[in-house]
């Protein structure tokens, strides 16, 4: 899993190590995706309906109260803990090819690079996040979110085909992004973020 972090929400913080410190994705072997021209409809043609992206949660950690003194510098460890799951796939089910050749063309569709059919999302070491910051005071917690694709499609194996296979693929960006966020702050938060306050500031 790679990941990202936004940074901030009001606290000066540096990250610990060299930025991303999350699982990498395993490289994709050669032919893992199936072109269209390896399908029995070699010359298919996707249809999108409408494309849903949106930002959810996927981890949040604790509250914590801080109360740093001027001129010092603390050094705090977050966890998130797991809130959903994910997994990625067509419906109706088709065969494993069908749905890879799917998000495949959907990953051309968007631009970006998605989960591939049958893959569970879960939290790996982007769930960790080290920060050291200084002149904060009040109550901090850390929040992973991840970007979600769902879009319904038909799939024409010619122009003139009548009877196209309809679904929906559902599945997500492989790249997680943190929030340090701040109790109370009067800025703009990120849907994930406004979820993940919600449920641990009081």
């Known amino acids: 899993m790679k990941r990202g972090f936004r940074g901030l929400v009001t606290v000066a913080v540096v990250l610990a190590g060299g930025g991303c410190a999350a699982d990498a994705l395993p490289a994709r072997p050669a032919g893992a995706r199936v072109a269209p021209s390896e399908r029995a409809c070699p010359h298919g043609t996707f249809r999108w309906g409408k494309v849903v992206k949106r930002e959810v949660l996927a981890g949040v950690s604790d509250a914590r109260r801080f109360d740093v003194r001027h001129g010092a510098t603390i050094h705090a460890t977050f966890e998130a803990a797991p809130l ?65 694709y769902e879009a319904s499609f038909a799939h024409y194996c010619v ?41 641990v500031c009081r």
């Open 84 to 148: 959903r799951s994910l997994h990625a796939g067509v419906t109706p089910a088709e065969d494993t090819q069908d749905q890879r050749a799917a998000i495949a063309a959907l990953e051309r569709k968007t631009g970006v690079e998605l989960a591939d059919a049958g893959e569970d999302f879960r939290l790996g070491a982007d769930r960790v996040q080290e920060v050291w910051f200084k002149k904060s005071a009040g109550v901090l917690f850390y929040a992973v979110g991840v970007t979600t």
């Open 159 to 199: 122009p003139a085909d009548t009877t196209p296979t309809r679904g929906t693929v559902a599945t997500w960006s492989p790249v997680t992004y943190g929030d340090l966020v701040k109790c109370g702050i009067d800025e703009k938060l990120e849907p994930s973020s406004i979820e993940a306050e919600r449920l």
